[in-house]
């Protein structure tokens, strides 16, 4: 059948090299997969309790619906101090706390970009520990840990130039569609 997965985004650049991903995504998904866009993560406040007591902010219910009504979510972000961005992770509070848990039984794949050697692989098992607790399926294999990102990315838009990684990610999108169709 045909899929629909949504992009998450944890970083807030311009010329973001994560942004590159996701932005590449639509063009590198398997026939009869279509990719879109989530809300920013910037657009929602920090999570405060008495906030939520007053009525869940409109941009979390609307991505949390987006989420719900999507086949899979793909989470492009960062390594920020060996960990989760902070405003991606006040997102995925936020999202946590609607009635419907959107992460619930949902297929997710994780994927970032650095500069560094390592490609965000402590920030991605350091989210798969978050969606432990929330229940959703993560999926395992092929990883993506886009390193040595400054030789791969166009510096000043961000966009995704390096055929080989391309190609692998085109790959590991089949491998995910796989997943979710079971
Ligand atoms: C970083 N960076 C980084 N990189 C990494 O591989 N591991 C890390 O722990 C960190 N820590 C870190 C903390 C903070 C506060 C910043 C701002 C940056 C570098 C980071 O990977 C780099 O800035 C990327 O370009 C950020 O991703 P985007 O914005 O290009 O998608």
Redesign the pocket.
Known sequence: QDLHFVTLLG?L?K?????GIARALPGLAPAGVRVSALGSVGDFPHYDADLQAEGIPAAVTAMGEAIAAADGVIIVS??????IPGSLKNAIDWLSRLPQQPFKAKPILIQS????A???A?MQYQLRQSFVFLDGRVFNAPEVMVGG?MGKFDKDS?DLTDEGTKAFIAKQLAAFAEFVRG
Do not use: D, K, T
Request: no cysteine; proline share 9%.
């Open positions: 970083s650049r010329a973001s090299f994560n942004g960062p390594e920020y101090n060996y960990s970009a650095s500069p560094g390592l490609g965000g402590r990102a961000g």
